[in-house]
């Protein structure tokens, strides 16, 4: 069978813009155009002229998020697989000593089983025999630290206006902290809280922590965009501290 040829398209008609609300308003007119209004039956979600809900849409204060810590709820990751890696971790320091010792942190490394890395003879560790403290006061050298703490014991104080607060416990919540690679390229904007843990004397806290930090290798700074006249650098290059952490411990121990 033959194709019928298509007819050659005539010439594009191009409409006139309609004038629009500003125009009509300037030359006084009060009246709606027709094709201005729309029918009842045109879809669009129905009336106008109905009392709808408020949408919550969330706020967020963000001089409270440079200057502390914040909790993640509704992250995506289940209650179950949370609960299973809190009960791994009280199963591993449930074992014997000499169990746990087979997976003993390396020298040089942040990874494995042990106290402190010892820098110093007359560095005080965490976790000693007497005068237990916990985990002494410091700030996470990473970019960010997401914290899973345990469900029922407390035990996280950050320090705000020269004084320890508490950290509440949300079940299944994650706690961020902003470390100081983050305060140092964001120039200060975003601050490496300063906190600690304290022991309780009567039950056991598990916590579990996911660093996140930039290669060692990699030299950061303050983001050019974020320094100005206002704003001036607030951190400069420490060739001889990894990602600056000597040069802004040096500066926190001096506000």
């Known amino acids: 069978m033959a194709e019928a040829e298509a007819?050659?398209?005539?010439?594009?008609?191009?409409?006139?813009?309609?004038m629009t609300v500003q125009e009509i308003a300037a030359i006084g007119g009060k009246e709606v155009l027709e094709r201005y209004i729309r029918r009842a039956d045109d879809s669009g979600g129905g009336a106008l002229d109905v009392c709808f809900p408020v949408l919550g849409v969330p706020i967020i204060d963000l001089q409270l998020l440079a200057s502390s810590s914040s909790t993640a709820i509704n992250h995506g990751i289940t209650g179950e697989f949370l609960d299973t890696e809190q009960e791994v971790a009280r199963q591993f320091f449930a074992l014997?000593?000499?169990?746990?010792?087979?997976?003993?942190r390396?020298?040089?490394?942040?990874?494995?089983?042990?106290?402190?890395?010892?820098?110093s003879e007359n560095q005080t560790?965490?976790?000693?025999?007497?005068?237990v403290l916990g985990v002494?006061?410091?700030?996470?050298?990473?970019?960010?630290?997401?914290?899973?703490?345990d469900k029922?014991?407390?035990?996280?104080?950050?320090?705000?206006?020269?004084?320890w607060f508490n950290v509440p416990v949300v079940p299944q919540a994650?706690?961020?902290n902003v470390g100081d690679q983050v305060e140092i390229m964001t120039n200060g904007i975003f601050k490496s809280p300063l906190h600690?843990?304290?022991?309780?004397?009567?039950?056991?806290?598990?916590?579990?922590?996911v660093i996140c930090s930039p290669h060692p290798d990699q030299e950061i700074q303050p983001v050019e965009d974020l320094i100005n006249e206002t704003n001036p650098r607030l951190y400069c290059c420490d060739v001889d501290a990894p990602h600056g952490a000597t040069e802004i411990k040096t500066r926190r121990s001096h506000q």
């Open 174 to 176: 994650l706690l961020i």
């Open 136 to 149: 002494k006061p410091h700030a996470d050298g990473s970019a960010i630290t997401m914290l899973l703490q």
């Open 7 to 18: 007819e050659p398209l005539g010439p594009f008609e191009i409409q006139p813009q309609p």
């Open 106 to 119: 390396e020298i040089g490394s942040i990874e494995g089983y042990g106290n402190d890395m010892i820098l």
């Open 125 to 131: 560790i965490d976790w000693t025999p007497d005068l």
């Open 96 to 104: 014997r000593s000499e169990e746990k010792k087979k997976y003993t």
């Open 196 to 209: 600690r843990v304290v022991t309780n004397t009567e039950r056991e806290r598990i916590t579990l922590a």
């Open 152 to 163: 029922e014991v407390e035990g996280l104080q950050v320090l705000k206006d020269d004084q």
